[in-house]
């Protein structure tokens, strides 16, 4: 054969191959969640696409579910095949073409396969297309409202709240409004819509019973469904996009977030796990979540992911009611797109056949907290620890008092310009312009040796003598005593034989403000103390150490109690902290015959004395 005749017939073989050849087949694709769903109408094929996997070498692998589409419309389309195919390989292209055709559905398999692998690719690679924000027409107000500040179309929103206090019923009766277009809330929904409950806390009965409640016997909701989850949201999501998409579901409520979240809440990668896996179903949400132990009531327990990747959030707390009602009040703490709502106030009532009312009330006006505790300090007038200031400050908004940690924390961060943390322990709180907290001061300035005049001067008017000279740490009977380190704190204190502080049970770094407030007892009764000192009468100064040391410190109560009244006369309130160190105060009286006067070991044993002696008296 000529080579003529041999180009003619391969010619003639390549004319037959493109006469056989089928016409392309062509699809419309729809997003479904995180994947598409390509519809093949002329060939009466179904494809969805939940979710793609691009690996680092160029394979392309797709969850695939094929799907014959019948010829009546009411029917279910029948599913053919699913699974993960690469579509990056010729080879298992041409091998699940094969099968497909084997499936009892005319098509043609290796052309529909084509064209879904090159649609995906182009999917996966391409992205959506940019937009230019000034050509879209929107309004200058959000419009996408679907029942008040709750919900917000194709957006995720959260409610929070301590459990038992009726997040699940708020979410729910939102459901319940959207499903039907009803005001069981006292807002209008935009539309009514279907939508999806996904429940991992509770069966579908119990929902049911209280779906009963909420709007009556007569009333058929079809538009809402109840879906049973028991693995995490992530786990479960394409399976989801997938029903979302078939049964036309354009909103979904997630109750509640601790489980469906998959993992510890704290952790930021599952926060932001749950925020990706939302956004995948493509519909607005209103998720349920919970509140930390600490009883934060800004933001949602675990990450502050949670809060962040949330539109709105709202924040449910139960107030006091009478029985068969149950009263709460929600508060807007996060709005992307338009300013805070109000507080809002509802109360749900029982009736005797079991039916649920809705109504809404009055939300109560409460003083924030830190104003609150800066009057309970006023009020009082004498140093508190936390666990006394959550009783004194009184109940809130829910009718019950703060938790001693929601006061440690409000007073932290307000900061030391607010409130005054004294020392020891159990640390006790004042208010920055009390006696006790320039005591503290002072008390710091007496045991660094550095003049008051010059504490907050210019370095270069500093006396460099006072710098240098830091008086020696005394016991309260008088003899010096080495410390760790330098530092100038005894190592005992003020009840030396048992190691512990006095007996009126203040702390360290505080005015006793039961001795300040019997100095006229006190000072009444000072000759006869000091009657009974020279008459070696069984005193509390004498059994306080006992033996030559009792007496010894007996001996210089008379000249101790002599220093105290002049101070105290000139407007000072002495007294010793749990180290055995004197605290005086005000700062603004005490003066540099002062300071050399408790400066002074001689001086300063016989004023311990006289403090100690005051203390064992009341």
Known sequence: ???????????????????????????EVDTMGAGWRLTFSSQRVLVEVPRTYWHSNGQLDATCVVSAIPVATADEPRRLNHGTINLSSPLVRSRWAKELGARGHDAPWPQIVDELAARILELVTAGDE????????????PTNRLLGEFCIDAEPSMIFGAGGDGKSYVALACAASLAGGLGLLDFTPARAMRVAYLDWEWRPEEHARRLRQLVGDGLRLPGLFHFQCRRPLATIIDGLAVKFKRYGIEYAIVDSVGLACGGPPEKSEIATQYGAALRQLNVGTLSVAHINRSGDTMMPFGSVYFHNLMRSTWFLKRVQSPSQTLSFEMHNRKSNSAERAAPIAYTLTWDRSGRVAIAMGEVRQVAPLRQRIIQAMDRVGLPMTVIELALAVGPGADGHPPTDTVIFDTMKRAGKDVFVALPGAPTRWVLPGSVEARSVQVEADLNTGTPLDHRAGDPSDRDDTHEKETPTPMHAHGTPHATPGGSGVPDDSVSESSGTPPSNGLSGGEIDQHVLQTQRRANTSHAQASGRVHAGQNTPAN?????????????????????????EERGMHLSLNRQGRVLVGPKELVDETTRALLSDPADRVLVVAALRHRQQSS
Request: proline share 6%; charged share 30%.
């Open 1 to 27: 054969m000529s080579r003529a005749d041999h180009d003619e017939e391969n010619y003639a073989a390549m004319d037959r191959d493109l006469a056989s050849t089928p016409e392309p087949v062509e699809c």
């Open 130 to 141: 940019p937009v230019v924000l000034t050509d879209l027409r929107v309004s200058i107000m």
């Open 543 to 567: 059994r306080l150490d006992g033996g030559a040391e009792g007496s010894a410190e007996a001996e210089r109560l008379p000249s101790g109690y002599d220093i105290l009244h002049s101070l």
